[in-house]
Structures are given as structure tokens and as C-alpha cells.
Nanobody, 123 residues
Framework: QQQLVESVGGLVQAGGSSRLSCAAS???????WGWFRQAPGKEREFVAA????????YATDSVKARFRISRDEYKNTKRLQMDGLAPDDTAVYYC?????????????????WGQGTKVTVSS
């Protein structure tokens, strides 16, 4: 069974940075990748996505000036660099993968999900 494994999130002070990674086998090398998050008491929301080649990225408005998604094909690792973190960014972050197409904001677009990693931003 193919798996996506996120790195540990942790506790960050407001204004600080954190980088999440999502490791996977080469099975996912041509997949579209996305990050979603779910804050306490809220629905899961789209954060950012990157296409199979890395040539196209997309992020939601609330993070696009602060977060950057990238992929390292040599290590089959996808990353989410988060800068300027705020308490509103506190959430469980999920890594996802989709085999084809480009519909990144739609959670049903993705076939594989990681277990989630918690990021807490203190004020």
C-alpha cells in the first residue's frame, strides 16, 4: 500500500517559520501534490498545490505571500515552506496526491492522503 508520510510539525512562535515535508515512494513521481489543513472546529481547507513537473503551483490567497510549495524529485519529497506564521495558521496539515489532472482546491481530486501533522503557532 502506497503511503504519504508527513514530517513532524510542532510549535512555532508567531512570525516564525516552519517547513513541512511529505515523503513518498517513486510511485508518486508523476502525481499532483497538495497540502490541506484543518483548524480546530473548522472544515478542512486547501492550502497549496504543485503539479507533477513542479512547473505549476497554486496557493490560497491567505497564504500565497507567505507559503511556498516545492518538490524534490531526487528524494520524492514535497515541501511546504511556511514563513510569517500566525496563530490562524494553527492546524493539522495534510499532504495529498492525485494521479492526473489539475483541480487542486477540490479535496475529492486527491486519491492519497497522509496522516496529518499538527502545527501550532503561539501568539
Amino acid at each position: 500500500q502506497q503511503q504519504l508520510v508527513e514530517s513532524v510539525g510542532g510549535l512555532v512562535q508567531a512570525g516564525g517559520s516552519s517547513r513541512l515535508s511529505c515523503a513518498a515512494s517513486s510511485f508518486f513521481s508523476s502525481y499532483t501534490w497538495g497540502w490541506f489543513r484543518q483548524a480546530p472546529g473548522k472544515e478542512r481547507e486547501f492550502v497549496a498545490a504543485i503539479n507533477w513537473s513542479g512547473g505549476t503551483t497554486y496557493a490560497t490567497d491567505s497564504v500565497k505571500a507567505r507559503f511556498r510549495i516545492s518538490r524534490d524529485e531526487y528524494k520524492n519529497t514535497k515541501r511546504l515552506q511556511m514563513d510569517g506564521l500566525a496563530p490562524d495558521d494553527t492546524a493539522v496539515y495534510y499532504c495529498e496526491a492525485a494521479p492526473f489532472g489539475w483541480n487542486p482546491r477540490d479535496a475529492t481530486f486527491y486519491d492519497y492522503w497522509g496522516q496529518g501533522t499538527k502545527v501550532t503557532v503561539s501568539s
